[in-house]
């Protein structure tokens, strides 16, 4: 079966230093890889996704994720964090055109 | 501009009452439609998606059912709400194929 996991419940980081969101997939085929951010009761905001190309995506807010085929991995990074980085962030997987979400990450940042 | 629509942003309602919670998708004609449920803040789960109009797959058996009137309108419902049907419920919609998906602002579900 396809999958996505998110190995960290939560991540700590200082503010200004770099952070890294972890996320491993299993796939048969070629994966289309997106992540997302939610804020407190909000629905969830699109950062970026790979479907093929370079192996390293930029997106919004700074963020940006290296496709890793060998190790099956997708992590999420960010040179410099912000206290306003501080949300819940998903991974997830195309399945058919249906998205299958890792279980998230909460990222706190602290001044 | 594509816009999504969710309303009510939040819900009480008694355990055995009927629910029903509407999306309605601006912008955009023939979009794939999906009705997520977050429990406890984490999580996402797949409930239900729709290809088209009266198109309806569902992803985890349950006390729940959607349908799909209009093109750009899915609704989530069910008869006799439980306990276990609180959470926090996503619609969303994609153009289809490996596109992203689109959320709306989400609805907070209590049952008491």
């Known amino acids: 079966a396809q999958s996505v996991a998110q190995p960290e419940d939560q991540v700590n980081v200082a503010e200004g230093n770099p952070l890294t969101v972890k996320c491993t997939y299993s796939?048969?085929?070629?994966?289309?890889l997106f992540w997302y951010v939610q804020y407190p009761n909000r629905g969830l905001q699109f950062l970026l996704k790979?479907?093929?190309?370079?192996?390293l995506v930029k997106g919004s807010y700074g963020f940006e994720a290296e496709f890793n085929k060998s190790q099956t991995s997708f992590h999420l990074k960010k040179p410099s964090a912000l206290v306003s980085d501080s949300a819940l962030y998903f991974c997830?997987?195309?399945?058919?055109?249906?998205?299958?979400f890792g279980q998230g990450t909460e990222l706190s940042v602290k001044p | 501009s594509q816009t999504i629509h969710q309303w009510p942003a939040t819900l009480v309602q008694p355990v055995g009452s009927p629910l029903s919670l509407e999306c309605t998708v601006e912008?955009?004609?023939?979009?794939?439609l999906y009705w997520y449920r977050q429990a406890a803040g984490r999580g996402l789960q797949l409930l239900f998606y729709?290809?088209?109009?009266?198109?309806i797959s569902s992803e985890v058996p349950q006390n729940l059912s959607a349908s799909r009137p209009q093109d750009r309108q899915f609704i989530l419902s069910s008869k006799k709400l439980l306990l276990s049907d609180s959470g926090f419920y996503l619609c969303?919609?994609?153009?289809?194929?490996?596109?992203?998906?689109?959320f709306g602002s989400g609805t907070q579900l209590s049952v008491l």
């Open positions: 912008g955009t004609s023939n979009p794939n």
């Open positions: 969303a919609w994609s153009p289809g194929g490996v596109e992203k998906l689109f």
């Open positions: 997830a997987l195309n399945q058919g055109g249906k998205l299958i």
């Open positions: 796939v048969s085929g070629n994966p289309y």
């Open positions: 790979y479907i093929t190309g370079d192996n």
């Open positions: 729709s290809v088209g109009i009266g198109q």
